[in-house]
């Protein structure tokens, strides 16, 4: 059965036609004079798609991550203008056609929740795997810096580039667990509300984390148990199982957790407030965060990169309840470097001056984390343990406790030497294990971290990057358009 649509006077006045259509079809009103443009100036030959890239190009355009690599663009993308079909669904299964400019790229990676080449639109909470964006495993490629001085000439070294080259899986894995780590950030940002249990904070954040990594043994999965450690808290706290804390709209939380693809760790770190009185506290750590990374770059000294960390740190004041504090570098805490498997590679980078003169090297990748306080600037070991990690190299120790000896096996096939917590202990099915977990740390072959706290009273902020020092520039791989 077929229908005659027919338009108002207005409509044929302004030059829209009518159709035949089938029952049920999305009708379709194509303007005279679009009709005419599309005569002068053809589109692409792609098939019709929700996407705004052709099909041709490296870049997956969602989430809108877009990869700063020259190798990654694409010459369409020299006409900004360039228009696109876009399909909408209908009522018949068809879509209507409408015309999208094409927008520019932007430097660094985003997270914004768009339409990918395949069609998909994440979900909220995010549910679907990061690799289904990018089933050409092109993820996007994070902020890319230039060596200045005396590393300048790598930008162009052939020799330089054909290393890169011969490591393109090793980026590929990295930016992966990149940008899983900026959409379940951007999701935390978005759900995080005063009242909330801490529990639920972490427990959302890691199962996200769990399912767009494609969880898969030591393969692939969660870096670290998720910290959220609140106000003078800096650092290594993550409730236990029975922990009933709830957040506060005056609280100061760090979110800080790590993905990991094959054993190499993205670790990155933001800080949530939701009374604006403590923006300036949060701005000054941002501030010598992104100090901190700009500084660092092959051949450069960690003791140079601490000393403009805390020149900038310093230089912030916040005023609390009618108080002035000076913001404060935490001078005990620190950055460091990251080997497979290993979130603390052995060399740290100092956010104060006078710290050791070791250079950072080729390939090497580093987390930049700085903690401002409005305390002491110093923090000790306090509170409940829940942190724990295999320790790496740890000699051989005979175990004559029966569940301890049960209990490392269960850590080394599930964790190796990445870090975890009790309530993944939980989660595995482990019962009454607390009794054994001490004598393997007694023995020392587990490691624990325990929350580490500044004066009470006070408050701590912290951000924190990962980035890679490539053979021809610094990659910043958890750079977003959040931080």
Not at 262 to 282: C, E, H, M, Q, V
Not at 415 to 429: E, M, N, V
């Amino acid at each position: 059965e077929r229908y005659l649509i027919t338009m108002s006077d207005n409509a044929e006045k302004t030059g829209a036609s009518s159709l035949l259509v089938n029952k049920d079809d999305a009708a379709v009103v194509v303007p005279a004079a679009a009709k005419k443009n599309k005569k002068k100036k053809s589109t692409p030959a792609t098939t019709t798609s929700t996407s705004t890239s052709t099909s041709t190009s490296s870049t997956s355009t969602a989430p809108t991550s877009s990869s700063t690599e020259p190798a990654n663009t694409n010459e369409d993308d020299d006409d900004d203008d360039d228009e696109v079909e876009e399909s909408t669904p209908g009522a018949g299964g068809e879509g209507k056609k409408k015309k999208k400019k094409k927008k520019k790229k932007k430097t660094g990676a985003s997270s914004a929740a768009a339409a990918s080449s395949s069609g998909l639109v994440q979900t909220s909470p995010p549910t679907i795997p990061v690799s289904q964006f990018y089933p050409d495993r092109n993820f996007p490629t994070g902020e890319i810096c230039e060596y200045k001085n005396d590393n300048v000439w790598r930008t162009t070294s052939e020799e330089k580039r054909a290393l890169e080259r011969m490591d393109e899986e090793l980026y590929r894995d990295v930016r992966q667990a990149a940008e899983v780590h900026r959409q379940v950030r951007r999701d935390a940002m978005n759900f995080i509300k005063p009242g909330m249990k801490m529990i639920d904070i972490c427990e959302r954040i890691e199962n996200g984390t769990r399912q767009l990594i494609s969880e898969n043994g030591l393969k692939a999965g969660i870096g670290f148990p998720t910290g959220c450690s609140l106000n003078h808290v800096a650092a290594h706290y993550t409730p236990n199982s029975g922990d009933t804390t709830v957040l506060q709209y005056s609280d100061v939380m760090k979110i800080d957790f790590g993905t990991h693809i094959n054993g190499r760790i993205i670790d990155s770190a933001f800080t949530w407030t939701a009374d604006p009185r403590y923006d300036r506290l949060k701005e000054a750590v941002l501030d010598a965060t992104n100090t901190g990374v700009r500084e660092a770059g092959i051949d450069v000294r960690v003791c140079d990169i601490g000393e403009a960390i805390q020149e900038v740190m310093e230089s912030y004041e916040v005023e609390l309840d009618g108080k002035t504090h000076k913001v404060k570098c935490v001078r005990n805490l620190n950055g460091h470097s990251i080997n497979p498997y290993q979130i603390h590679g052995g060399k740290t980078v100092p956010i104060v001056k006078g710290g050791e003169a070791t250079k950072m090297e080729e390939g090497e990748f580093y987390a930049i984390e700085t903690f401002g306080s409005t305390g002491k600037g110093y923090v000790q070991e306090d509170l409940e343990c829940s942190h724990y990690g295999k320790t790496h190299d740890a000699p051989h120790v005979p175990i004559r406790v029966a569940k301890a000896k049960s209990l490392l096996a269960t850590i080394t096939k599930h964790f190796d030497t990445l870090p975890f917590c009790r309530r993944y202990l939980d989660r595995l099915g482990e019962t009454k294990y607390l009794m054994a977990l001490k004598n393997l740390v007694d023995t020392g072959l587990v490691t624990a971290y325990p929350p580490l706290c500044d004066v009470k009273g006070s408050y701590v902020a912290q951000y924190e990057h990962t980035f890679l020092l490539r053979p021809t520039c610094k990659e910043v791989l958890s750079r977003g358009d959040d931080y």
